[in-house]
């Protein structure tokens, strides 16, 4: 079965730099995708980015191409996201997501972490 856990989270600076790290207490994380979600207050949950299983093929929400880094480590069972030049409107909850295929539709998304909190102060 798949746990998913989000750590690293915080309040910084615009113009920072965070990363986000999610793990899977389960021995099946490499048989998965996984993406990156996030919601503000008040908004639609919204996509920021997956990774395929083997983490060969990534793909980004426009918002985030360019600032922001997805990646994984199936040997730790893990996936990050690297955050760079962050701004006001990346303040959200951040979620990771597994599931079967790469795809920025969360409704395709099976198993889903709690959430971390990254704020961005202006």
């Known amino acids: 079965q798949v746990q998913l856990v989000e750590s690293g989270g915080g309040l910084v600076q615009a113009g920072a730099s965070l990363t986000l790290s999610c793990a899977d207490s389960g021995r099946t994380f490499s048989s998965y995708a996984m993406g990156w979600f996030r919601q503000a207050p008040g908004k639609e949950r919204e996509f920021v980015a997956a990774i395929s299983l083997s983490g060969g093929n990534t793909i980004y929400a426009d918002s985030t191409k360019g600032r922001f880094t997805i990646a994984r480590d199936n040997a730790k069972s893990t996936v990050y996201l690297l955050m760079d030049s962050l701004n006001a409107e990346d303040t959200a909850v951040y979620y990771c997501?597994?599931?079967?295929?790469?795809?920025?539709?969360?409704?395709?998304?099976?198993?889903w972490g709690r959430g971390t909190q990254v704020t961005v102060s202006s």
């Open positions: 997501a597994a599931g079967d295929a790469y795809t920025s539709d969360y409704t395709l998304y099976d198993y």
